[in-house]
């Protein structure tokens, strides 16, 4: 699987919207882009993928840039509960499990 | 649908014992992988079971074993426990697509302590 670099904490004011960057510049063109987060102590809890196209759904929206190599995770109307370690994995395939790199801890500020 | 449970929550045992973890995946999936949580190593993937069989194996020592039973339901085994496996173990599963988009969702986890 793809390397991926991500910042290791961003702040973000309550009802902004809180963007989360992601390189992942060794991506292939098979390899799709999942977004994880994990709050304190539980289990991580699926965001949303994409493969080229940008991707909504109700917690979030996925960019990805047309040359692949990074894509945005936008969280539109932050809330405290949003605080989390926010994971970008990139996969090909499922024969080695998802791997997670170290992620972005989000707070989200009253 | 009722998400991934896993049990018990919270677990405390002794160096040179042995423990077994639970996990009931998403009505339908067919497919479990288990992961371990240390704040050392982060998250690690142990294996995943598919149809009762291990499809796939991270690199853990032998003490790590695991099965699968006809309806999907997994456990996980720690033999011999030493203070390093101390950890959140997590279990995640899936429909068992052998493709990219085959989506694991992953259970509370077993806060495992080892005195």
């Known amino acids: 699987d793809a390397k991926t670099t991500q910042p290791t904490s961003m702040d973000c004011a309550e009802g902004r919207a809180a963007n989360l960057p992601c390189n992942h510049s060794?991506?292939?063109?098979?390899?799709?882009v999942y977004w994880y987060r994990q709050i304190h102590s539980q289990g991580p809890q699926y965001i949303i993928h994409g493969l080229k196209n940008n991707e909504t759904n109700e917690m979030a929206s996925l960019i990805i840039t047309e040359d692949r190599k990074s894509s945005t995770l936008i969280l539109p109307h932050a809330t405290l509960r949003d605080t989390a370690v926010y994971y970008c994995i990139v996969r090909v395939g499922v024969a080695d499990g998802l791997t997670f790199g170290k992620g972005t801890h989000l707070i989200i500020q009253p | 649908k009722a998400g991934v449970t896993q049990t018990p929550r919270y677990l405390i045992k002794t160096r040179g014992q042995q423990v077994t973890l639970s996990c009931s995946p998403i009505?339908?999936?067919?497919?479990v992988s288990w992961y371990q949580q240390t704040p050392g190593q982060g998250l690690q993937f142990l294996f995943e079971y598919f149809s009762e069989t291990q499809r796939n194996k991270g690199n853990f020592p032998g003490r790590f074993s695991g099965r699968q039973f006809s309806n999907s339901r997994s456990e996980m085994n720690v033999s011999t426990l030493e203070l390093g496996d101390s950890a959140l173990y997590l279990c995640?599963?899936?429909?068992?697509?052998?493709?990219?988009?085959?989506?694991?969702?992953f259970g509370p986890g077993t806060r495992l302590t080892v005195l």
């Open positions: 995640a599963s899936s429909l068992g697509r052998s493709t990219s988009t085959d989506t694991q969702y």
């Open positions: 009505s339908g999936h067919r497919s």
């Open positions: 060794t991506i292939s063109g098979n390899e799709y």
